[in-house]
């Protein structure tokens, strides 16, 4: 899906919908204002990176592993780990499990409680709007 104008990237995986933000700002908005409590919530552990976020209109009490592990490829991907050798460590949390602290800058978030998934980087096959 064209994401060009938007501050996310989208994908598909599995008939999911992935949102990725694009810089600081896009990952508050992204996280803060579109996720819903009942979405996933993915980001690279203690670089810079993108916030991904996995749709979850069902209310499923848990995310296909498939789906997560895309999802944080996508993370580190757009991350500052992006050009790292091996695998790359991913928090991954409920979106309702996701808090900014008064006066944190752009893109910095608090999780109250957090699973982790290593994996590769790796980007969005359709990429266009670098």
């Not at 592993?65 to 992006?82: C, G, L, M, T």
């Amino acid at each position: 899906m064209p994401s060009k104008g938007r501050r996310y990237r989208i994908a598909e995986v599995d008939g999911f919908e992935l949102l990725i933000g694009k810089a600081a700002t896009d990952n508050d908005y992204l996280t803060l204002k579109v996720a819903k409590p009942q979405d996933l919530w993915l980001h690279v552990a203690a670089v810079p990176g993108s916030h991904v976020v996995v749709r979850n209109p069902d209310k499923l009490p848990e995310i296909p592993k498939p789906v997560v592990e895309r999802a944080a490829e996508y993370a580190a991907f757009y991350s500052k780990a992006r050009e790292a050798r091996g695998k790359v460590e991913v928090h991954v949390c409920w979106a309702a499990d996701v808090s900014k602290r008064r006066g944190a800058p752009a893109g910095e978030v608090v999780l109250r409680r957090w699973d982790r998934v290593k994996v590769y980087p790796r980007a969005l096959a359709e990429e266009s709007d670098e």
